[in-house]
């Protein structure tokens, strides 16, 4: 029996404390909610928060006699990119996404996945600090000097994918990069990284959401393995957590996933950009 390819996504940034690894347990809560298949891939060996969020879960809905839907979650400790491949070989039959958690740091696995990523999901504070991780700016003006090395990486692996995306049947890999921490940053360095990025999107064609808040109750959420998907097990809710939920909503909407509900509606690609446009060219932006 043969499995179509599970839709991978990826949740890559070489810098730690951008919210990765809870943006990708809510994303895969959330899609297991919707009634998707969903398989995960922890690449940092050392502290494989995404993991132990998933052992806290499978233990509170153990303890308590609940249900609590979620990915099937594994750690990935090989040494080379075949065994990673057999390993999500192995993992992803059957299913419908298959999420990769990556290290804060540079690593040649996390590059490896983010290649060959259907959607790249970068998160970032509302930095120039983050920010730098994929542009350059001007100190004066604030506009983009240069791309960053990972920039270029992934523009290269995304001008790949348009040459081959017909013979290997996959889709244009999608590139979203996610503003977490939105609430800690001035008004006017708000608009200075509004102003870059905007600018920064349309020569590398990625796009930009709005992504979670710092809250407290994603930290407290952690030891449970709960999510704020999880209604009846969390209690009473207060107004920042409600706003919270409706961000993760938000958020996963933005996303675009190819659900895999036959009587969904079909999901429309973004609009092309001059960077995609480029990218079918093989002509920088």
Not at 62 to 69: E, G
Not at 221 to 231: A, E, Q, R
Not at 253 to 279: E, F, G, Y
Request: glycine letters at 6%; proline letters at 5%.
């Amino acid at each position: 029996m043969t499995f179509s390819a599970p839709h991978r996504i990826v949740f890559a940034n070489e810098k730690g404390g951008t919210g990765k690894s809870t943006t990708a347990v809510h994303v895969a809560v959330a899609l297991s909610y919707q009634g998707a298949k969903v398989a995960a891939i922890d690449l940092d060996v050392r502290q494989a928060t995404m993991h132990r969020y998933c052992e806290n879960r499978a233990e509170t809905a153990s303890r308590r006699k609940i249900d609590l839907p979620g990915p099937l979650c594994e750690v990935f400790d090989g040494s080379t990119v075949e065994e990673l491949e057999a390993q999500v070989a192995r993992l992803g039959q059957g299913m419908d996404f298959l999420i990769f958690d990556t290290p804060g740091r540079d690593d040649p696995f996390a590059r490896h996945v983010a290649t060959e990523a259907d959607t790249l999901v970068t998160p970032m504070n509302d930095s120039f600090v983050d920010f730098d991780l994929i542009g350059q700016v001007d100190a004066e003006s604030f506009k983009v000097r240069r791309l960053s090395f990972y920039a270029e990486l992934i523009w290269e692996a995304r001008l790949k994918r348009s040459r081959t995306a017909i013979e290997q049947q996959r889709r244009q890999m999608d590139w979203v990069v996610v503003r977490n921490r939105t609430g800690h940053s001035d008004a006017r360095n708000q608009r200075r990284l509004d102003q870059a990025l905007g600018e920064l999107s349309r020569r590398v064609g990625f796009r930009v959401s709005h992504g979670l808040s710092e809250r407290v109750v994603y930290r407290e959420l952690f030891p449970s393995g709960l999510t704020l998907l999880d209604k009846g097990h969390l209690g009473e809710l207060g107004t920042s957590h409600l706003v919270a939920r409706q961000e993760l909503r938000t958020l996963v909407a933005s996303l675009a996933l190819p659900m895999p509900a036959k009587d969904a509606p079909p999901i429309k690609p973004p609009n092309k950009s001059t960077a995609q446009l480029a990218l079918e060219t093989g002509k920088a932006a």
